[in-house]
């Protein structure tokens, strides 16, 4: 077994610098050195809804060179950037698998920390460490471009809003809205933009709407103001809802056009749906978590084309809780990425 220095988890407001254990190579595994690691909202999630017992290292978006490589490895080899999201691992034959979209395997996928691994049975450790092991299929090489502090947060919040956006065919004349202007809505906002849609955002204030417009957007739609709403009332042919706590849905599916989507990706859980807001214009809602090994490289491709990577505050990873009490405030724009390299 070898091991690396990690940010765990310590009760649900702190985390510390510990030993943790990390498997020995296998045949078709790679050794990452995690240089960059975001810091998502599923994180600030996992650390305040922490059981003591449960060892909790956060991190899912991450950047670094691999280090070394197991015997059968034939992508990578020692030196190379490399990128790795949220999901380690999948059955491999079932139908969603087959189908390209391990993200949705029926065995659950393996999630890069508190997931459980398939082969030994313990609990996955996520990119707050120094080092990462993984099987080769599930890392992807970073394209030469792509700053590697501001790519990490392209392989949870970048592939999770591509997900939708790709899904429900985004391109040239689509209208598009986001609602929350965070990791994942900055990144939207940006990816569909390059996409040829016509972007708006959808936020509780106008304090970020110069940011809104740089990002890509057209306008934003105020949500507390009855007056904006009302304006953009059947407005939009997909809505991407990234708000990260419950709410109600009904205010932002009056917002969506006739025959258009409601996508869901930020609160996931249960949710109360007034089936006449459907009703009224033939409206759809729908959900998706990250996205299939190919999608995940096809995202990659795309934004380093574009030139589209998140707008990052890099912290040394030694200020990691107050990153995760600042992304609680809302005081982040937009994402913040740990830099790793002080766990040396
Ligand atoms: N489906 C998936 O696979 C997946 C993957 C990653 C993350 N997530 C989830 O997606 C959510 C967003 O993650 P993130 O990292 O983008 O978070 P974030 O950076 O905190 O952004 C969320 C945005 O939502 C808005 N918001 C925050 N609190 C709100 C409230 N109480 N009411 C209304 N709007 C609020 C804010 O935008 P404004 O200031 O513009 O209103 C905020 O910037 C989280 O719940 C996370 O767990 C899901
Ligand atoms: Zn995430
Ligand atoms: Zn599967």
Not at 50 to 58: A, I, N, S
Not at 60 to 67: A, Q, S, W, Y
Not at 123 to 128: A, D, K, N, Q, R
Not at 153 to 177: H, N, Q, S, Y
Request: aromatic share 4%.
């Amino acid at each position: 077994m070898r091991s690396t220095t990690g940010w765990q988890a310590e009760g649900t407001t702190k985390l510390r610098e510990v030993q943790i254990p990390r498997r020995d190579l296998r045949r078709d595994d790679i050794a990452v050195r995690v240089d960059h690691c975001g810091v998502c909202h599923t994180d600030l999630h996992a650390v305040r809804g922490h059981k003591g017992d449960d060892l909790l290292v956060p991190g899912h978006e991450f950047t670094g060179v691999v280090i070394e490589t197991g015997p059968d490895v034939t992508a990578f080899r020692a030196g190379d950037p490399v990128a790795v999201g949220n999901i380690v691992d999948s059955c491999g034959v079932c139908s969603m698998c087959v189908a390209g979209q391990e993200n949705y395997c029926r065995e659950f996928p393996v999630l890069t920390y508190g997931g459980t691994d398939r082969h030994d049975g313990t609990t996955t450790l996520g990119g707050f460490s120094r080092e990462y092991v993984v099987r080769e299929k599930f890392a992807y090489p970073l394209p030469p471009g792509l700053d590697p502090a501001a790519a990490a947060p392209l392989m949870c919040a970048g592939i999770t809003v591509w997900e939708p956006l790709r899904a429900l065919g985004v391109g040239p004349g689509m209208r598009v809205a986001v609602a929350g202007l965070g990791g994942l809505g900055h990144l939207a906002v940006k990816i569909a933009a390059a996409m040829g849609a016509e972007v708006s955002v959808v936020s509780r204030s106008a304090d970020r709407a110069s940011d809104a417009m740089r990002l890509g957007a057209r306008d934003v739609v105020v949500s507390t103001d009855p007056d904006s709403t009302a304006a953009s009332r059947d407005r939009f042919d997909v809505l991407i809802d990234t708000i990260p706590v419950p709410h109600d849905i009904s205010p932002y599916l009056s917002l969506v056009a006739m025959d258009g989507t409601l996508s869901q990706v930020g609160h996931l859980g249960t949710m109360t749906v007034e089936t006449m807001d459907l009703l009224l214009g033939r409206k759809k809602l729908t959900s998706s978590g990250s996205g299939g090994l190919a999608a995940t490289a096809e995202m990659l491709e795309f934004c380093a084309a574009h030139g589209i990577t998140a707008d990052v505050e890099v912290l040394p990873s030694a200020r990691v809780t107050e990153a995760l009490d600042r992304l609680e405030r809302g005081d982040v724009r937009y994402r913040f990425v740990l830099d790793l390299s002080d766990l040396d």
